[in-house]
């Protein structure tokens, strides 16, 4: 139990090394090459192929994975995901009442919020798959009921 908060600083938390590996894989494959990245599997395949870190296969870290592998443009790219979907979610989200389409598009944007904070500190788009598609089904589910609504509205249903 944490009584004073001013006590907790990067200095005391036990990371188990990450905060060193996050740095080393940003020194090696991401300096110089903010623009392009090192190449997609490039901080992986290394650590697959070199003993590093006590031999982990992964940077326990999607973010600095992916500024490793594809540079600036790869995670701009990868954020347009969210974006979009928080976008798509908005003006339904703001509706009175509660309705199918409303439950299924706050399960996209939470599941989303999940999977984002998750790939801070843990390998989820390589490992986790599954965890990492439950915002795409409940966004695919909520435009399929969006198409509905739609279609109920033109037909006067």
Known sequence: QISDLSSVS????????????????????????????????????????????????????DFVQMLSDTGIPGLILYALFPIGIFITAWKPLHRRGLDTLKITLSLAVLSYIAVLTTMMTDNV????????SYPFIFIGIALAYKRLEKEKGSIGV
């Open 10 to 61: 990067m200095d005391n938390i036990d990371s188990n090394a990450r905060f060193a590996m996050w740095a080393w894989a940003m020194d090696k494959f991401y300096t110089g090459h903010e623009w392009t990245g090192s190449g997609l599997g490039t901080a992986q395949q290394y650590m697959y192929e070199h003993i590093v870190f006590g031999g982990l296969p992964a940077l326990h870290n």
């Open 125 to 132: 788009v390589n490992y986790s798959l599954a965890v990492h």
